[in-house]
């Protein structure tokens, strides 16, 4: 392993253990009631309340409370940048956001959610129609995890196949869940999908923050990316997955490409190679290489931007990557799904 590898992995359990306490701003009184721990429960979003109240004192813990979560979201993007340019990594580029802090993007996310609504008894009737339909995919990850759970006598391999498939299968579960209410048509501005996605989307932020753990050690444990004698495919695949979407954690998905680029140093990159270079060079450059990274402009697909639109598909093509038209036409439409 080389040395930027090796000091990029060094440096993961440091950024993740970094204080969530800003000197600089004092503890808002609302901050206990937000869930740290246990998953969202949408009968219980008293905490969200003062954010709709006419009363200027209880409007003012809720100013506190998000006054709070900025301030937290700057800490932990100056520390993580901090913490890139320590090895080397010009993370200037790097967006702004809560890394790790899990109350941080609840509150903003329960700021943003709020906003489309009017007033509280709205806000409340949306996350009671909402909650059945939450439950419904929590137990069908709960039994995903059942199912998927390693047999009593399995060994050490059988048992981290069994871990990387439950948290494969479970990603997809809650990701694909996100795209819309189950059984129900999406429309523009539907005020139960709101509610819905608020308390799905800190599922997704809780299970991607122990999929990024779980990467992390595996990692360590094999001194880099595992070789392929040592992780099959189907698993390489999958810890590739749990990577892919660790966002919160851009100091992995960096470290997990200098590893997977030692582990393939004088051969051929897998096409999952590109997928996480243009993940993590997106967020430090501002730029993607094999434009894998997609959005919508004007009404039509296309990628985010390149480092050279001219020679992307000669790029792609080194990675066994279809031709970038090819790529973006299996995409959905804009109009359905932006």
């Not at 905490?47 to 301030?71: M, N, T």
């Not at 196949?161 to 999406?186: H, K, S």
């Not at 990467?215 to 999958?238: F, I, K, S, V, Y």
């Not at 296309?302 to 973006?328: I, T």
Request: glycine content about 6%.
């Amino acid at each position: 392993m080389d040395r930027a590898t090796r000091r990029a992995l060094s440096a993961l359990l440091l950024l993740a253990a970094g204080s969530t306490a800003w000197a600089s701003t004092p503890t808002p009184e609302l901050l206990d009631r937000v869930p740290s721990e246990q998953a969202v429960d949408l009968t219980r979003l008293d905490w969200i309340r003062p954010r709709f109240s006419p009363d200027p004192a209880e409007r003012a813990h809720w100013q506190a409370l998000l006054g709070w979560a900025e301030a937290a979201r700057r800490a932990r993007t100056a520390a993580l940048r901090d913490s890139l340019r320590t090895r080397g990594v010009d993370a200037a580029a790097l967006p702004e956001a809560c890394y790790g802090d899990r109350r941080c993007g609840l509150i903003l996310d329960a700021e943003a959610t709020a906003a489309a609504f009017d007033d509280w008894p709205a806000f409340e009737a949306s996350a009671r129609d909402a909650w059945p339909y939450v439950l419904g995919l929590r137990r069908a990850v709960e039994i995903v995890s059942q199912v998927q759970a390693p047999a009593p006598d399995a060994d050490d391999a059988g048992t981290l196949a069994a871990d990387l498939q439950r948290r494969a299968i479970n990603d997809q579960i809650l990701r694909y869940a996100l795209d819309g209410v189950p059984g129900r048509e999406m429309t523009p501005g539907d005020p139960l999908y709101a509610t819905y996605a608020f308390a799905l989307g800190d599922d997704v932020r809780r299970l991607d923050a122990d999929n990024a753990a779980f990467a992390a050690q595996l990692m360590r444990r094999h001194d880099g990316w595992p070789a392929p004698t040592a992780l099959p495919e189907q698993a390489q695949a999958q810890l590739w997955l749990l990577v892919q979407h660790a966002d919160q954690r851009p100091d992995l998905q960096h470290a997990a490409l200098l590893a997977m680029q030692q582990r393939h140093a004088g051969g051929p990159m897998p096409t999952r190679y590109g997928f996480l270079y243009d993940r993590v060079m997106l967020k430090l450059d501002g730029r993607q290489r094999y434009g894998t990274q997609v959005t919508c402009i004007e009404g039509r697909r296309a990628p985010q931007p390149l480092e050279d639109a001219g020679q992307v598909d000669a790029l792609r093509a080194e990675l066994k990557m279809p031709p970038l038209r090819e790529y973006l036409a299996r995409f959905p439409d804009c109009a359905t799904a932006p």
